[in-house]
């Protein structure tokens, strides 16, 4: 088959022709490969840029080279000028008359983000606001020109600028490295950390107008920059100096004026403006699967009333942007105790392509939440019957999962703090221990209605418990909440569990009622039920505990949600389920690493669906579980594969103990982003395959195609490679097999073509490296 590559410029075989790419022995797929024949069209000479963006400046790709882009600090000595920049991004502040942030710069792209000076930062004190920094007289917010910087005043009743601090960034929380993670994870996140410090208010110099703090506070606006990635975040502390307490009414930490995406001319009803093309979180998350969804509650679009120039007649283009929590906090700020907002996390993107722009997203999340990357392979198992979890354990421990968790319905009951049930359980966590399982459970917070009906959140409309996010939700300041948060801890200390399904989780409901000393009222009850939930989680992740949530508390220690998908569909006939379970895991990825999201793969029967639904007995559709198996592991993802077994033969034994041993085989590039521009959704009736690409490492790509049809497919791959970082020639291996492989040169569209045999129903995969280099004569 390898004859045809006769010119050098084409695919070379590098082994024996004859052997061809039977992997049935060493490969987990339990078919033969078809030959897989590789050659290439459109050739060139040199490496090419065609995947860069159109309106990229740099000469290194940052996603594909990272390590020229180091954070840095500089304060021009003439102009005064302070700037925090990495090479793809800056921020840029002048410190007199007050400090105020003067530009925000897409360096990747050469362009500016920022139109007008606003304040840093923005508090109400017992009802009076407070800005914190800033500038005033700027007489158009459409641009900045550096002559009105100098003839801008301080904004009266302002908090002075009196200094900064540069430093190294620090961890938010510790984390305990206990098992497998991506192989390039830093905590905390490397960088360079600003801080600046305001005090005493700016008195009113032109206006009768005066103002008076009610106790004198410091306010600290922290900045970080990250090291290769054209992220920042931001948040300030806030200090009582005085005697005696103040209330924090509400807070801004961050304002930024931002050059709008688009300014149509008319307003129309249903027709949306676009906002900034500008990514930006909080800590401050929940109520949601998406980062959209989880940050309603404190990222705010607005329009801008300053804006005049506006082409939008009725001035309502959404871009101002403040980030504050929806209502409250309302916090007591208490003399020397320091009051810390959450953090902001913003991410500048260097085009509007979507792929590069989920790509940027993940690589945040990498970065400033690297446990994200742990992804171990978990049962969960639907009794706690001791029989059936000891054995449990063995089959997890002989095909190689590392976890055992007790699922919903299994009898499990954390909340039970009594001697003999935290015996029981740290008995059954010795014995994994002993095979080298971890142990996990299951609890339900949201979504549940408890005695007495006062402790359950109150609905600011009705006065009643109910109509929250999930019907009804105990409220975590009351006296149920804090003994529930108390048992859940305390189970975890004494049995030696270290993994959790948090189900519900704290949505962000609001709650009426006063529930001294920890919740005011309606005002506090979100910012404080965050606080309550969120100690927990980072108390968790401190301890090494694997954290599975269905809501968006990633940065706050999680390490998993929801990948997406209808439970519904898990009853439907077991074809239907595997295009599901691809289509689920594209469509999730895009915003998610592979780790980021759970599926579901019901090994005994659920949601109903009867026989046609079910894959126990496991071994009379092995066919189906394997295929399950490959379309989740082959995309990085775990499942909750919820069941009482893993196997019930010898043939389904050694069927998942070949699969589990070719995923961790291959866990870091299976584990790395899925590149979707080079991948093809699922439809049930052609082809479709996964694509994972990282530049740094041995293994830079792999694919991995299903064939879903009744028959053989012959089809002509066109394939795209550039993040894999390479650009002339690549080494292709199927089956993983070093000894017979091909090199192609690519063409300058970064793409190789390569015809694939797919067997119906069946499942091809190969490697993607870099070329050798030959030794010099």
Known sequence: MWEMFSSPNQCSQQANPRKGFNR????????????LILWIGHLMTGPAHANMPAAYQLETDWMLDAKPYTASWHEDPVTGICTLQNGLVARRWVLAPNAATIGVDNLMTSAPILRSIRPEASLIIDGMPFPVGGL????????????????????????????????QPLERFPWKRVRHHAPDAVWPPKGIQV?????????????????????????????????????????????????????????????????????????????????????????????????????RHSVHWQPDPAFHTQVNYL???????????????????????????????????????????????????????????????????TTTEEASVLQAIDQAAICGFEIVNFSFGSGLNMENRGIENHDYFKKLVTYAASKGIELGGYSLLSSRRISPDSDNCIHPETGKPGGQTHGFAPALASDWGQQYLESIQSFFESTGFSKFVHDGSYPGDWDAASRPPLQKGLNDSQWVQWKLITRLYQWMRSEG???????????????????????????????????????????????????????????????????????????????????????????????????????????????????????????????????????????????????????????KGLWVGFNPSNKAVEMDLLLNVYFTGLTDQIRILPGGDQDNSAVCTLDRHHRVKIPVDLPAHGTEWFLIEEVPRQPMP
């Open 195 to 295: 801080d600046f410090h305001y005090s005493g208010l700016v008195s009113g110099k032109e206006t009768s107008e005066t103002k008076t703090m009610p106790q004198p506070l410091e306010v600290v606006v922290h900045y970080i920059l990250y090291d290769g990635i054209p992220a920042f975040s931001k948040w300030m502390t806030v200090t009582n100096q005085g005697d005696q307490s103040v209330n924090l009414d509400h807070f801004e930490s961050e304002i930024l004026a931002v050059i709008p995406r688009e300014d149509p001319v008319e307003t129309r009803e249903g027709v949306s403006i676009h906002e900034p093309n500008l990514h930006v979180e909080t800590d401050y998350a929940f109520g949601g699967f998406s980062v959209r969804n989880s940050r």
């Open 136 to 167: 005033q007289g700027q007489p158009n917010h459409a641009f900045i020109r550096e002559e009105w910087i100098q003839n801008m005043r301080e904004m009266n009743g302002s908090l002075r600028y009196t200094h900064y601090q540069v430093s």
């Open 24 to 35: 049935m022995a060493s490969s987990p797929f339990l078919f033969l490969f078809h030959g």
């Open 315 to 381: 001035k309502q283009n959404p871009c101002l942007l403040k980030v504050a929590p929806e209502r409250g906090p309302d916090q007591t700020l208490f003399p020397g105790k320091p009051f810390e907002s959450f953090r902001t996390f913003m991410l500048i993107h260097d085009s509007e392509d979507r792929m590069r722009q989920g790509l940027a997203l993940r690589r945040m999340y990498r970065t400033i939440a690297p446990w994200v990357t742990e992804n171990p392979l978990i049962l969960h198992l």
């Open 545 to 699: 505990i694997y954290l599975r949530v269905p809501d968006y508390y990633y940065l706050n220690g999680a390490n998993e949600a929801g990948m997406g998908y209808r439970e519904v569909n898990w009853s439907l006939p077991r074809l239907e389920q595997q295009i599901h379970t691809r289509q689920n895991i594209f469509d999730g990825t895009w915003e998610k690493t592979p780790s980021m999201g759970w599926m579901f793969v019901p090994l005994t029967e659920y949601h109903g669906g009867g026989e046609q639904a079910t894959i126990e007995p496991l071994s009379r559709h092995w066919e189906h579980y394997q295929t399950m198996l490959l379309s989740n592991l082959g995309a990085g993802v775990q499942a909750v594969y919820r069941g009482h077994r893993l196997f019930d033969s010898d043939h389904v034994r050694e069927g998942v103990t070949r699969t589990v041993q070719w995923f961790k085989s291959n866990r870091d590039i299976l584990e790395s982003d899925l590149i979707h521009t080079s991948s093809r959704r699922a439809d049930g009736t052609h082809p479709d395959w996964y694509f994972h690409a990282n530049p740094k490492l041995k293994s």
